[in-house]
């Protein structure tokens, strides 16, 4: 299962951790981790075009870390959840979200 952990403070994104794999089919051919690593990664790249206002961090856990708040980050960044919130809709065996005070 994916497990994506949303942090936020005062109702802005500070965090977001995601890990694990969908296990909806094998590895190649799972369309859910497909689905998840497409909107994720263009997320990032579209954020790292306008400006460096993310970290990324990726080992085993990719964690995005908000270090500027600005109304293009905001919005892609809440973009990004929602759809992720639509394949997790569909696919509720697979992913799972979560919002915490800390992942």
């Given amino acids: 299962m994916i497990k994506v952990c949303i942090v936020k403070r005062n109702s802005s994104i500070e965090k977001i951790q995601i890990k694990g794999h969908a296990g909806y089919a094998e590895y190649g051919y799972d369309i859910v981790c497909s689905a998840v690593s497409s909107v994720v990664t263009t997320t990032i790249n579209a954020l790292y075009a306008f400006e460096e206002s993310i970290e990324v961090f ?34 509720k065996e697979n992913i799972r979200m979560e919002e915490k005070n800390e992942c």
């Fill in 58 to 91: 990726d080992k085993e856990t990719l964690e995005i870390v908000v270090k500027k708040h600005d109304n293009i980050t905001d919005t892609l960044l809440e973009n990004m959840i929602a759809m992720l919130k639509g394949i997790e809709n569909q696919y």
